[in-house]
C-alpha cells in the first residue's frame, strides 16, 4: 500500500536554529497538509496546501512557519526561528480527491532544546 | 471553542467485549466524520468514515446523530490488537480543503 514517508524521524535542535521537515506524499495525490501533535495533546491542523499554493492555514501557522512544494515529490515545513513550544510530533498528510481521508505519514518528532 | 469533544478514557474491557465511545461536535455545519486510530507515538490511520445512515466494517459500527451532532464507534468481539487511541474526526462544510479537527481520543486497553 503506498504511504507517505517523512524525514527525519526525530531532530533534535537549538531553540533559534531552522528546522526543515520532508514529507513525500502518495504519488498521485494533490492535496498536502501538515498536522502537529504536542505530547499528550490533541493532532491540530497547521496548514493545507494545493496547485502550489496555500489554501487554509491555522493560527499556529503564524509567519515563522512556511511550506513548500520544491519539486514534484517533496512537500516540506519550515520553522524559521524554532521556539521550546514548537517541541511536538508533525505529521505530513495527502489526499487524492479533496474532502477524501487523509493518509498520515508516520511523523517527525520534533525536539527543541 | 472546542470543536470535537470525546470521553478520554481509559477503556479497560476484556478480550471479546464489546465497547462503544462517544463524540459530540460543536459546528453543525460539520460535513464528513471519520474515526481514526493512533497506537502510542504513532501516526492517526484511517479506521472508517462515518455516513448518516450509519455503516458497519467487520467489527467496527459508526453512527452518526446530525440533529445531536453526535459521533458513536462500536467495537464488538474486541481483540488484544484494538488497543489504542480512537480519534473522532470532523470536517467543516466551510473548510477549503478539508481541515480536519480531532477529538483527544479516547483509549481503550483489552486485556486477555
Redesign the interface.
Known sequence: EPEVTQTPSHQVTQMGQEVILRCVPISNHL?F?W?RQILG?????LV?F?NNEI??K?EIFDDQFSVERPDGSNFTLKIRSTKLEDSA?Y?CAS?EV??????????TRLSIL | RKEVEQDPGPFNVPEGATVAFNCTYSNSAS??F?WYR?DC??????LM?VYSSGNEDGRFTAQLNRASQYISLLIRDSKLSDSATY?CVV?DRG???????????TQLTVWP
Open positions: 492535496y497538509y498536522y495533546q490533541k493532532v491540530e491542523f493545507s494545493y489554501s487554509e491555522s510530533m505529521f489526499s479533496e474532502g477524501q481521508p487523509q493518509h498520515f505519514g508516520d511523523g | 460535513q464528513s471519520f493512533q507515538r504513532k501516526e492517526p490511520k484511517l468514515s480519534l470536517v473548510s477549503t480543503l478539508g481541515r480536519l479537527y480531532f477529538g483527544r481520543g
